[in-house]
């Protein structure tokens, strides 16, 4: 939900005009999702105005973490190291480090040195995780009891915290910070005054390695319907918490990664992005297809004669390659998407692949007989059709064999299923497309024109 | 996560063998989730035996939601009237109709006839929803306060329903079922025990109305990191539930459509759907592709006489057109994502189709460049060159225009820029293709050759 456009415009003369209070007053009932939908609209004196009112109002770093990864960099451009650093001083690591990624790494050090100590190491921990790691995305914003601890007095920890305003779990460690278990608000709140934690919180409480792809976190979470996850090291001691709210952002980016990868795209690439950096990404798939599609093409080179004498099959060429790569570019997304939903864990593989098989005979007779009735009513020549209406079939065919096939394949080889075998999946149905249409008029030549 | 062979291979023994309460011990540890593996892997009286040791427990229910779509009417159509019936009584109206609607509607008088009156209507009052709609997925599962109850006793309430589990939130309604507010547990546990709710709580919670769609509720919980979201009717009166879980297979739902509407495919068509649907689903799209193939093609007939002449032109002709096509689904990508993510809501458009262009006359010329290098070193023709880089910078460029201009073009007419759009795009590009490549080499024709 965005703000009315009658709201932008009074925001709008708000900072052109008014005292930082009284902008602050304003935009005091905002929530800072809808604010972060300001920014595209201001200039460079109103960007910093709103900041310093956010600043005020202790949101602009929320605000910031808000706004999509093209904006951001831009916006922290303008904003003057000092006023950063106060804008960091009240944010969480994780988040911190969020919004450091987005300046140069020039920056850091400046920023970095007006934290007091303990914040600037917690921030520093978190360098170490590699991107899209449990480690990178974990928060430090959760409460930690001990085992022997009453009800009671998990309650009485938990009123000290008021700060940690999402913790719907707390986790339970032991003297050495150990994870021993996860106790439910929930439970907790079910549970006598007396009671000891140790006696009523989940012991098999699920917890993730630092390391752990996001993948990961976001598949468990989803299986279990947890609403956080804790985060460990190798040695079971707890350094985070992945809350339910990250794991939709990155169900999002794995979903926008499947989608672009099918696409020949990274994910690095959207609407906003700097000509240069879509260039750089999207030039090597561009040319891998044009080397796959110059070297299909050298089929047809080898027909030139029959080309020569029925000059008509150029134009039939494209269409029997098209219609096949288009019947394989079906088959291999919704064997690519079962794969990343975990559909094909719960069946025999080759019985999905025999399906696939199965809808391109089908498909592939009936595009066939249309593609054949075609080329016999324009020509007037039963071979033609025939032609056109077998090289049909089995490029169709093809093309739900290697749909089907080409990602399994990848996903045995531990690789993912969705990078690269769209372009794989069109140099076979156009070779064979090429192939089986040329071949076979080659073949009936005598009878064709 | 899934079972190891092990596990599956012991249970398999117990449940040929062993008696249900052995059965039931063994399975007892086991997580919904992870149970719903099995059922791939049995015989039909194994399932048999399965589903009664998990009626035992009580997990039944549970597991079967569990399963993917495609698994669960084989294993329902296995289970009796009376078991069923069984399951369903332990079983929240949502997860009831969620069963039901994977069995033949003849079954369902004799399976709703023997659930008890109350139960029976609160599954019919979910019948009313359209599909996917927020009351289609709306638990009736959550607890209800008065706004002038202290904080004590609407912890007092809470304890007196230990079967509503996940009451992270309690949603305060007036005398008539209104909701006033929605307080969270966290808040509660914070608040001194004589407080009232009213004073506590949150009025301003978002909510959303059961005849909205669910893209726009997880749209909502994930922009304002929701755990859970009440649902109302038209006057303001609490009808359900839905909390983050779904969202997320939400999410995933809305994400699949999208990578399935690129492709042509409906979102009902899953690796192991059955042929017959497979075939059903997708010959429309197929026979459209077929169309739009053909009408493009029968730009190449216009020049049959150019390719007579100089044959070589038949060999080129897929590339560029299929370079350009690819070009285009790139940007069609790019901007249908950001269109779903809400990401082009932060800019003004013009600027996302102008960097697609940018990006497509640059990638256009490269490609080109060693395209026309290519066709210059075959044949040793420099027209033949410069023909195949002029056509290829031209589609390309096309491809990026029509790639970022029909998504939003469709998204002004208010319809789903993914459904279509491909099929266009391929359509203008290889159109546009043929003409460039072979209006050239017409017009440069006695160079050629």
Redesign the interface.
Known sequence: ??LASIQIKMIKRLLDTATDDKIAHALDKI?P?EL??L??ELNENQTRRLIDSLTLLAKAGQTLRE??D??LPDVLEQISDKKFSDILLRMEPDDSLFLLQKTPEGRWPILLEALPELQRSRIEKLLIYPNNSAGSVMTSNYITVRSEMTAQEA?EH??SH?EI????YIYVVDDTNHLVGVQS??QL??APLGTRIKDIMDRDARAVLATDDQEKVAQ????????AIPVTNEQRELVGVIT??D???I??EE??E???H????SEA???????AT??KK??P???L??IT??L???V??FF?QS??KF?????????V???GG??G??S????T??IA?G??????VH??VL??I??GM??GA??GA??GL?GFLWKGNFYLGLILFLAMVCN?IMGALAGALFPIFFKFLKRDPAIGTSVLV?FFT?TFG?LSFLGLATFFLQYLG
């Open positions: 939900m965005s929530h999702s972060s939908f920014f595209s706004l999509p093209f904006l309650v938990l009123r008021p305003k999402g913790a719907f608000l929930r709140v079910m468990i979470v989803g299986q279990y319907n947890l609403l339910v709210d794991v939709i952002d169900v999002k979903a926008t499947d989608i672009y099918l696409a020949g795209l690439d959207r609407a906003m992005t700097p000509v879509k260039v999207r030039l798939w561009m040319i297809n044009l599609a110059s299909a093409a050298t047809v080179g030139l080309i020569e000059v008509a099959l150029a134009v039939f060429l494209p269409i390659a098209g219609v288009n019947g570019m079906q291999l997304t919704v064997i998407r079962s939903l559909e094909l864990d719960f069946v025999k019985r999905a399906r696939e199965g809808n089908i498909v009936i595009c249309l593609m075609i169709v069109t156009d090429f």
